[in-house]
């Protein structure tokens, strides 16, 4: 059902003659809640969705000529020490109900280079550290609920560590 849910809205997107210049995928379907409450069926929609979701897109590019912006995310770096090196190849456990979303990512990216090598002009970001509104469980969001109730903000760590915080709204 996900699939040809995918299919008609992207197919739906390009009239025979339209030129398309840029797609952004910002699409990264999460359910919204911890990694610990997902289910089994969450985690395989999650990995369908984004897999299938991305090439659906990627056909379109290279139907159309147009340009790629893939957003990825930090998790496919899986266990890092931060700040990551961009040749560090991560650390993923595929054996976790997280790992629908990781690896997900992971496929995504490589179908982006798949494409790349077929001529389709692709740019991959992996974002870090996100946070905004419906995102409760995010780290600056945790702040503001420890500040609101008057409670001290939990660091952990030897202070040293670098972030980087991007608010999307």
Do not use: H
């Not at 056909?59 to 890092?80: D, H, I, K, N, P």
């Not at 946070?131 to 008057?150: A, C, Q, S, T």
């Amino acid at each position: 059902a996900e699939t040809s849910k995918i299919k008609m809205l992207v197919d739906g997107l390009l009239s025979e003659n339209e030129k398309i210049d840029l797609l952004v995928n910002n699409a990264g379907f999460l359910v919204a809640k911890p990694f610990d409450k997902i289910t089994l069926a969450d985690a395989e929609t999650i990995y369908k969705v984004n897999v299938l979701g991305t090439d659906r897109i990627l056909q379109l590019a290279e139907r159309s000529g147009a340009r790629v912006l893939f957003t990825s995310s930090s998790e496919v770096y899986g266990s890092s020490n931060l700040p990551v090196d961009e040749s560090y190849l991560g650390k993923v456990d595929p054996f976790t109900i997280r790992s629908g979303y990781v690896e997900s990512k992971r496929m995504a990216e490589t179908l982006c280079k798949i494409y790349s090598l077929r001529g389709v002009d692709v740019v991959v970001a992996r974002l870090f550290n996100i946070y905004g509104p419906g995102m409760e469980d995010r780290v600056i969001v945790e702040f503001y609920n420890r500040l609101i109730k008057g409670l001290p903000i939990t660091i952990y760590g030897t202070g040293e560590q670098t972030r980087c915080f991007l608010w999307i709204d």
